[in-house]
């Protein structure tokens, strides 16, 4: 094996990212995960239920987002689903931000403290 073979190989195994770009992104600031969780709990319960159990949209839980893979629900969080009622979410919630709803929605999504209020 060439040198420059070696070396090239070296360099695109180094610079390739070790984890999915999902589980790379920071978490969002105390105060705008309280927004998220309002945001979730609210405008997103308002279809598929308040306790994200389901209804006009399919359930949010855990048992039915456990197969379902991070990055195609990171699209239809941005990018909505066309010819269904799920609307587009870019521009109220940044990539970062629906990777960390969906990293929440499948480990058990916090309760909304601000609805307490």
């Given amino acids: 094996m060439s040198w420059v073979f070696r070396t090239m190989t070296f360099a695109l195994v180094v610079s390739m990212p070790t ?3 999902f589980a790379q992104q920071t978490a ?3 105060e705008r995960v309280r927004e998220l969780v309002h945001l979730v709990r ?3 319960g ?3 239920g308040l306790t994200l159990q389901g209804g006009l949209g399919p359930a949010l839980t855990v048992a039915a987002l456990r197969e379902k893979p991070r ?3 990171v699209a239809t969080i941005l990018g909505g689903r066309p010819g269904t009622p799920m ?3 870019r521009g109220i919630v940044v990539e970062d931000e629906a990777a960390w709803i969906v990293e929440r929605l499948q480990e058990g999504f916090p309760v909304d403290a601000g609805a307490a209020r």
Wanted: aromatic letters at 6%; one cysteine or more.
């Fill in 87 to 89: 609307p587009p979410f």
């Fill in 19 to 21: 984890m999915p770009a």
């Fill in 71 to 73: 990055d195609s629900l």
């Fill in 42 to 44: 609210q405008d997103c």
């Fill in 28 to 30: 969002p600031q105390p």
């Fill in 46 to 48: 308002s279809c598929h």
